[in-house]
Nanobody, 126 residues
Framework: QVQLVESGGGLVQAGGSLKLSCAASGRTFYEMAWFRQAPGKEREFVAVISRSSAVARYADSVEGRFTISRDNTMNMMYLQMNSLSPEDTAIYYC?????????????????????WGQGTQVTVSS
C-alpha cells in the first residue's frame, strides 16, 4: 500500500519555525514535493526535491525561508520552515511519484503527482 504521511504541523507565532516531515512507504519515490492550500485558494507549489537531492526548487514566496530535504534511507522528506508569516497559514501536503525514474528530475505541477498525503495544518498567528 502506497502511503505518504505528514506530521509536524501546528500553531506558531509569526517569525517562528516549524519542521514538517513526510513518511513514505509502499514504493520508491523519485520526485517529491510539498504543496499547500489555504482556505478558499488553489493548492499551490511550495518546494520540490529530486531523488538524489541534487536538485531543489522553491516557490518565490518561500525562497530563502524554507528548506526541503530528504533521507532516502529512512524514506522521509522534510520541510524546514523559518521566519513564518500569517500568509504561510495553510494545509501542507506531501506529494510523490516515480514515473520519471530519474534521480535528478523535479516536477512543479500538482497534476504531475499521483500520490498525496492527508495534509498537516500550519497556522501562523500575527
Amino acid at each position: 500500500q502506497v502511503q505518504l504521511v505528514e506530521s509536524g504541523g501546528g500553531l506558531v507565532q509569526a517569525g517562528g519555525s516549524l519542521k514538517l516531515s513526510c513518511a513514505a512507504s509502499g514504493r520508491t519515490f523519485y520526485e517529491m514535493a510539498w504543496f499547500r492550500q489555504a482556505p478558499g485558494k488553489e493548492r499551490e507549489f511550495v518546494a520540490v526535491i529530486s531523488r538524489s537531492s541534487a536538485v531543489a526548487r522553491y516557490a518565490d514566496s518561500v525562497e530563502g525561508r524554507f528548506t526541503i530535504s530528504r533521507d532516502n534511507t529512512m524514506n522521509m522528506m522534510y520541510l524546514q520552515m523559518n521566519s513564518l508569516s500569517p500568509e504561510d497559514t495553510a494545509i501542507y501536503y506531501c506529494a510523490g511519484d516515480n514515473r520519471s525514474g530519474s534521480i535528478r528530475y523535479v516536477a512543479f505541477r500538482k497534476e504531475q503527482y499521483r500520490y498525496w498525503g492527508q495534509g498537516t495544518q500550519v497556522t501562523v498567528s500575527s
